[in-house]
Nanobody, 122 residues
Framework: QVQLVESGGGLVQDGGSLRLSCAAS????????MGWFRQAPGKEREFVGY????????YYSDSVKGRATISRDNAKDTVYLQMNSLKPEDTAVYLC???????????????WGQGTQVTVSS
């Protein structure tokens, strides 16, 4: 079992940056693939990126590639999503997830946080 809590969201201006955190507790956090997703009102949950258990392998969606960086610190049981050059279309609730398979599909992740709101204003 893994419990996940996101933080770091807020209001940022167009072109600004945020670093989101996902704090984990529970068993063997370091063995999980960690994914980031986002969901805007009226839209389906969208894949953002993932990072492998060892922190080496990462993969990002085309919509954020070049602007997003995922990292993890297993010693602190924390995963980060650094977002730069934020745009109004990035506005969404951002959720972290844990799973055993590297995947862009939300159904392949087993544990989810509650999400943190990111709002990008013009």
């Amino acid at each position: 079992q893994v419990q996940l809590v996101e933080s770091g969201g807020g209001l940022v201006q167009d072109g600004g940056s945020l670093r989101l955190s996902c704090a984990a507790s529970g068993r063997t956090f370091s063995t999980y693939v960690m994914g980031w997703f986002r969901q805007a009102p009226g839209k389906e949950r969208e894949f953002v990126g993932y990072i492998n258990w060892d922190g080496v392998g990462t993969y990002y969606s085309d919509s954020v590639k070049g602007r997003a960086t995922i990292s993890r610190d297993n010693a602190k049981d924390t995963v980060y999503l650094q977002m730069n050059s934020l745009k109004p279309e990035d506005t969404a609730v951002y959720l972290c997830a844990a799973g055993s398979v590297r995947s862009i599909s939300d159904y392949q992740y087993n544990y989810w946080g509650q999400g943190t709101q990111v709002t990008v204003s013009s």
